[in-house]
């Protein structure tokens, strides 16, 4: 029998291979990471894609992330991507494909529609976007407006339903009301709201992102009162400025355009959560409601 191994020369044998520096494992990273555009979208509803003769893999931009390269480019939520130019998207995932697969660090085109009131004033454009690795942590979305910041302006591609024209509430105290023809909660909001509105003789505007056809045809089908004043933000666009995550939502605003309260959702037992405001639900179908 030979002299039994050195046991440190057996040890350096089994020993594992040094770590990489940091810069080097980030590098990689980096390298075999997908490309970052910076965006959260969603395919352009088809009534708007129709009216617009849009692509049908157009994609309406709902948030653009701050220090981004669709930041950067001039994008802002709202707008609609088309596509590469001469290449628009036939699906809506070919947005994704195209942002995780494109070369980084290279200005890349993109063409871009601004809407305007309508189709006609429509603004078309070609953004040049360069592309940076995803990032190990994303910026943090700006939130939605809150009691006390200014309210957005409301954007002239909001549709009335009906016969009536808008009316202009700029100035005014008023009440805008998110909802959806399908929102059960929505439709129980429905005679508190108006109830609250009419004690403090403020006008509603009630805004769904659905089209007008089927707004028009829940209101002609519906029964009971309504608000007066109706309108349908198909681009989502007064959705995105208000950061509207859920229906219904609740805003007061004051005759100087600031948010003085904000609900998101409703239930009987909470009711229309107004400082102040107090009302009752009569079961023979009378209501009544109580305000400072």
């Known amino acids: 029998a030979g ?47 129709a009216a617009r003769r849009l692509p049908a893999g157009a994609n309406l931009l709902e948030a653009v992330y701050a220090d981004s390269p669709a930041r950067e480019a001039g994008l802002q939520a709202g707008d609609i991507v088309l596509g590469p130019p001469g290449q628009p998207f036939d699906s809506p995932r070919e947005l994704r494909e195209w942002t995780m697969t494109a070369p980084r660090g290279v200005a890349l085109p993109l063409l871009v529609v601004r809407p305007g009131e309508d189709g006609g004033d429509d603004l078309q ?39 009536n024209q808008r009316a202009d509430l700029e100035g005014r105290p008023r009440v805008l009301f998110f909802w959806a023809t399908w929102c059960g909660p929505c439709k129980k909001a ?65 005759r100087d355009g600031v948010i003085r309260h ?7 037992d909470k009711g229309v959560t107004v400082d102040g405001w107090s009302w009752t639900r009569a079961t023979t179908g009378s209501k009544e409601g109580k305000a400072p």
């Not at 990471?33 to 894609?49: D, K, N, T, Y």
């Not at 904000?262 to 009987?268: E, F, I, K, M, T």
């Open 262 to 268: 904000r609900q998101v959702g409703y239930s009987a």
């Open 190 to 254: 429905l005679p508190e709201v108006m109830a609250f509105a009419q004690s403090r003789g403020l006008p509603v505007l009630a805004i769904s992102d659905e089209d007008e056809d089927t707004v028009s045809k829940f209101l002609e089908g519906r029964g009971e009162a309504f608000f007066d004043q109706v309108a349908v933000d198909t681009l989502r666009q007064t959705f995105a400025s208000y950061g509207i995550s859920g229906t219904p939502t609740i805003l007061l605003i004051d």
């Open 125 to 163: 454009f070609e953004a040049s976007l360069v592309l940076r690795a995803y990032p190990a942590r994303l910026p943090k979305p700006s939130g939605p407006p809150l009691v006390g910041d200014r309210a957005p302006i409301l954007p002239t591609t909001l549709k009335p339903v009906g016969s």
């Open 3 to 49: 002299e039994p191994p050195d046991p440190a020369t057996v040890a350096r044998s089994y020993a594992a291979a040094p770590f990489p520096p940091l810069s080097q494992e980030l590098a990689l990273l980096e390298e075999i990471s997908p490309s970052w555009l910076g965006v959260r979208f969603r395919p352009v509803a088809p009534p708007v894609r």
